[in-house]
């Protein structure tokens, strides 16, 4: 959990401006600017890579987390039982579309 709140300042910066020094980088590097662009397009795959670290670093916190929120809706009576296995399912679906979502880099 520590790390995850340390990294929160840096993901937030790599995942809006990371992928725009990564463009910038390009276009400096296709420019001819004779190196220039190294440095901005190193700059955005540090920072986009830390905004990737901090959502797989969070991806248990997910998975706990859903499965928390299963036991309390059985246990406090907001699910019947019949209603448990498709109640599970769709937290499923949503540990899925997180985990495809921090695949595909989404924020």
Partial sequence: ???????VPVAS???NLGQWLIIAGILF?????AGG???VLLMGIVFFSAAVLFQVVTLPVEFNAS?????????????QNN????????IR???IDICSSSACGGT
């Fill in 37 to 39: 662009g190294n440095p």
């Fill in 93 to 95: 679906c949503s540990c």
């Fill in 13 to 15: 910066i790599g995942s």
């Fill in 83 to 90: 209603e448990e296995r498709e109640t599970k399912k769709s």
């Fill in 67 to 79: 499965s928390r929120a299963m036991e309390q809706m059985v246990s406090s009576g907001i699910i």
């Fill in 1 to 7: 959990m520590r790390l995850r709140s340390a990294l």
């Fill in 29 to 33: 590097s296709v420019g001819g600017a």
